[in-house]
């Protein structure tokens, strides 16, 4: 694939995560291999709705050296860039706040997936990277600490999302999955505690149907 239609798949890629509800505003950004030495990222700060081809940054992934794009990279650049380099399987690496999975990621408690077709695409159990700040080093570290190679799917505590897969279709379907894994878990751990607290159960009964709405 060219520089131009990686590019493209960048643009159409965060489209798609946007319509589906896992971008919201500039929030989430992404980065897909281009060949063993480059990747594109999103850049930052950008309305993906009206982005084009020409806004996506290659960068040179040993240092991430901005080799083509006029504008700057996004923060989240070193985080992708650290799945990319150990992960040479990973073709897509997305950074979403989706709003079940992220949820979750406030909890803090690392999901089980359940014996499934969804092991072979998420892994067995999504981990729960420690909080560190948007953008940092960081981060990066306590993400790349976390990663296995049999797993696509890390929630990062009080943030957010990151999935990755072998093409940009398996890790958008890694992100899609995720959210409806995520709200399964939480609507089971709802109507745990409603059995277990009977006094809760008109205020859990409402969230969860918010959450299944
Ligand atoms: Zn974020």
Redesign the pocket.
Known sequence: MTTLNIRQTVVELCVELSHRGHFSGT???IALRIDATHIAVTPSATDYLTMTPADVCVLRLADLKQVEGERSPSV?SGLHARVLRARPDVQASI???QPVASACALLGRALEVPPSPLQQLLGRRIPVVGYAP??SGWLSSRLARALRPDTNAYL?FN??VLCCGASTETALQAVEDLEALSKTLLLQAIAARCEREPFMQPALRRVADALAA
Do not use: A, D, I, P
């Open positions: 929030g989430g950004n989240e950074h979403t706040h948007s953008g990062m943030h957010g």
